[in-house]
């Protein structure tokens, strides 16, 4: 069973429409969560994590995520997309002090100009 | 800079011939690893190293090997490679022995098609 799951494989929206994107994990315990986005023909690059503390998580570019315990969730939001948000996004967990990072399958992001 | 550094970024190849993808980082990492991307799937970690010396199997070991001599290097190799091992590769590495709070740095990629 995939320990992180991503709720929408394929999201399609306008520019300055607002995006939200699942994310639910399914370990116990401490757990920390990384949201990392991909453009078309680049590596991985990290948009937010959170570890500890303030369940609202803002990173880079606008986006913020929101760490959910008791729903096991951590959702990706940005209040106005553009057309250079188009990429992939992976949302990824482990449990503290764990040597695996599970990922999820990816929801890939297609903003219309 | 720092970076990881993938080789080769393409290859075109044929089934059974043996081959080596390189991965070196310059931020004197502990922690290393190795994903495959295939689409649906997003990405499945193949081995990950804790440190020089010491190595074990991700979730999709199965045709693949390793080697952690060196703290900036981690290779991956495969002795016999098939058609199901097309696929996109990532290299990635982060600061301390396990996984941490600390993002994980990735290369740019390596494109195997194996024929």
């Known amino acids: 069973a995939q320990s992180v799951s991503q709720h929408n494989h394929h999201v399609i929206l306008s520019e300055a429409a607002s995006l939200e994107l699942g994310c639910n994990y399914s370990?116990?315990?401490?757990?920390?969560l990384f949201w990392y986005v991909q453009y078309p023909g680049q590596h991985l690059q990290l948009l937010l994590k959170?570890?500890?503390?303030?369940?609202l998580v803002k990173g880079i570019k606008g986006f913020e995520a929101e760490f959910i315990k008791s729903k096991f969730s951590f959702n990706l939001r940005k209040p106005s997309v553009q057309w250079s948000d188009t990429a992939e996004y992976f949302c990824a967990a482990h449990r503290e002090r764990d040597y695996k990072l599970s990922f999820g399958a990816g929801t890939t992001v297609t903003v219309r100009a | 800079e720092a970076q990881v550094t993938q080789n080769p970024r393409y290859l075109i190849t044929v089934t059974g011939k043996k081959l080596t993808v390189t991965c070196s980082q310059n931020m004197n990492h502990e922690y290393m690893s190795w994903y495959r991307q295939d689409p649906g799937l997003g990405l499945r970690q193949i081995y990950y190293s804790m440190n020089v010396e010491v190595t074990d199997k991700g979730d999709v070991p199965e045709g693949y090997k390793v080697s952690r001599k060196e703290k900036r290097n981690f290779p991956l190799i495969l002795e016999s490679p098939s058609p199901n091992q097309t696929s996109l590769y990532f290299c990635?590495?982060?600061?301390?022995?396990?996984?941490?709070?600390?993002?994980?740095?990735f290369g740019d990629g390596t494109r195997l098609s194996i024929l």
């Open positions: 959170y570890f500890s503390g303030d369940p």
């Open positions: 370990y116990g315990g401490t757990v920390n």
């Open positions: 990635a590495s982060s600061l301390g022995s396990y996984v941490s709070n600390q993002p994980q740095h």
